[in-house]
């Protein structure tokens, strides 16, 4: 009923940028948040940037001034404009978004499947 589906990933050069696109779709009555978590490989999954829909922003300390996060409330999509991008940010990225669905009676989170960005040196 609720999908979030990525797009964005590929293979970039240590220095390079991509942008990641997350659209979410279904029978969604409010999203409270949206955000972008990566997970590395042998390691945890962890927070990259949030956004609410008031458009507060949170970044991990290692990629604020590199990272952007933006959204179209209306749309229900999220961005990352990632620069500078170094290997280590080399990870599966994934979409998620914090919202109430039609029929639900709370707020629940939601992830999409992940676009994996690699980052060569």
């Known amino acids: 009923q609720v999908q979030l589906v990525e797009s964005g990933g590929g293979l970039v050069q240590a220095g390079g940028s991509l942008r990641l696109a997350c659209a979410a779709s279904?029978?969604?009555?409010?999203?409270?948040?949206m955000g972008w978590y990566r997970q590395a490989q042998g390691k945890q999954r962890e927070l990259v940037a949030t956004?609410?829909?008031?458009?507060?922003?949170n970044y991990a300390d290692s990629i604020e001034g590199r990272f952007t996060i933006s959204r179209d409330n209306a749309k229900n999509t999220v961005s990352l404009q990632m620069n500078s991008l170094k290997p280590e940010d080399t990870a599966i990225y994934y979409c998620?978004?914090?919202?109430?669905?039609?029929?639900?009676?709370?707020?629940?989170?939601?992830w999409g499947k992940g676009t994996l960005v690699t980052v060569s040196s």
């Open positions: 956004i609410t829909s008031g458009d507060s922003t």
């Open positions: 279904g029978s969604i009555v409010s999203i409270s948040s």
């Open positions: 998620n978004a914090f919202l109430r669905h039609v029929g639900g009676y709370y707020y629940m989170n939601y």
